[in-house]
Each structure stands twice: as C-alpha cells, then as structure tokens.
C-alpha cells in the first residue's frame, strides 16, 4: 500500500463573478514510503493548493487522501490538524516561524501539536542543521537561509512519515538554496519520510531523479468540462 494514496480530488473557490472555479481536480496521485518527488509547477497552478489540501489545511470537495490506512478528506478540522501533527511536516516558502519565539521555541511549539514538546530532540535538530549556537536567536535576528534552517529542523521535529516543500528555496539566494535543498533531502531519507516537492525552479527539479508536471497530473479542464 503506497504511504500516499490520492483518488479523485477536487477542490474549488467561489470566483467573483459568483461561480465557482476548479483549482484542483486530481484522478489519481500516489507516493510510497521513502519516495523523494519533485512536481514542477508554475505559479498559480494550483500545487499549493494541493499540498494544503494533502495538509489538511484546506478541506477537499471530494474525493479522498489517505495517508496509510487515514483519511484526510471526511475528517473535521481538528481531526485534520491531529492527523498533520502526527504524520506529516511542512516546509513552507515563507518559513511561517513565529517572529515573537526564538529559534528553540519555535521548534517547540511544533513539537507540542504532535507526541509532545522535547527540549532534547529539539535541540538536537537544530545542532544538526548548523544552529546550535543560535537557539537562543529570534528569527528577526537570523539570516534568510538560517530561518530557512528552523523550518526544516522543526518540520522533521515530530518524526514526519510524509516531508510538504513549497517552493521551499523561492526565497533564497542560489548558494543557500542548494543547501536548504540538500538539508531537506537528508533530513528525510535520515529520518525515513517521504518528501513531495513542488516547485518551478529547473535547477532544483535537476536535483531530483523524480520528476512529474503538475500540470500534466491536474485535468482542471476536465472537470470544468
């Protein structure tokens, strides 16, 4: 049984001329354990509306996400949160760290919505992607690809089986991008989770030895149809 298994998705948003229009519309989409996964998306096609709604972040109109013998779709929304704190990890373009908690209670924070808070581990993570002497830090006070670097280390922090990446070097210079890119995958195959990456940047995707178009696997014409 694949670690990911997506059937039918479908998720769309009212337009302002009061219709409604499909963002998302997926016959089938799945992942195994493990599995390291570039798609390449354009921006506004819709990949980070599929990973929010892979997430849990966002509510499907139908179809289902299993993540292992779970389904995401169906859940109520602190069911979803719990199956996210528990099974997957999240590393977003803009970092999302919270700009009042240091770089340690950030990946705490993280911690305690899944199997709980652990200063050891936590502190652990962050040594191990190069901020054992800023735990203390804020991220105001950490440069681009530092911040970068929290976001990983608390993304893997709950022990993730499934690793989201959007667009997680957009906003990163070429140097640090390559090395928040290889943080990331190292982190995942270190720890055993799958990593689903999405992004338009071609030297990433040249990074990876999977590769799928986005756009090839969303028939949003077709469901419009």
Do not use: W
């Not at 210079?173 to 390559?178: F, L, M, P, Q, S």
């Not at 999405?198 to 756009?215: C, R, Y």
Request: hydrophobic share 40%.
């Amino acid at each position: 049984m694949p670690l990911l298994s997506i059937r039918n998705l479908q998720k769309s948003f009212l337009s302002p001329e009061g219709g409604r229009k499909v963002i998302v519309h997926l016959p089938a989409f799945s992942l195994e354990a493990g599995q390291q996964l570039a798609l390449r998306g354009e921006s506004g096609s819709g990949k980070t509306t599929f990973l929010h709604l892979i997430a849990g972040i966002l509510a499907a109109d139908q179809g289902s996400i299993r993540l292992g013998e779970r389904d995401m779709v169906g859940l109520n929304e602190p069911g979803r949160d719990r199956l996210r704190a528990q099974s997957i990890g999240y590393v977003f373009q803009t970092f999302n760290l919270l700009q009042g908690y240091t770089c340690l209670e950030n990946v705490l924070l993280g911690m305690s919505f899944g199997p709980g808070a652990d200063r050891a581990r936590a502190t652990a993570l962050l040594e191990r992607v190069g901020l054992g002497a800023r735990l203390h830090h804020y991220p105001r006070q950490l440069s681009t690809g530092q911040q970068q670097r929290v976001a990983v280390a608390r993304a893997i922090a709950n022990r993730p089986k499934l690793v989201l990446a959007d667009e997680p070097t957009g906003n990163l210079d070429r140097r640090n991008a390559t090395e928040a890119l290889a943080l990331i995958r190292e982190a995942c195959r270190e720890s055993g989770a799958a990593l689903l990456l999405v992004t338009h940047d071609p030297e990433v995707l040249g990074a990876f030895e999977e590769v799928s178009d986005f756009a090839t696997l969303n028939r949003v014409g077709e469901a419009a149809a």
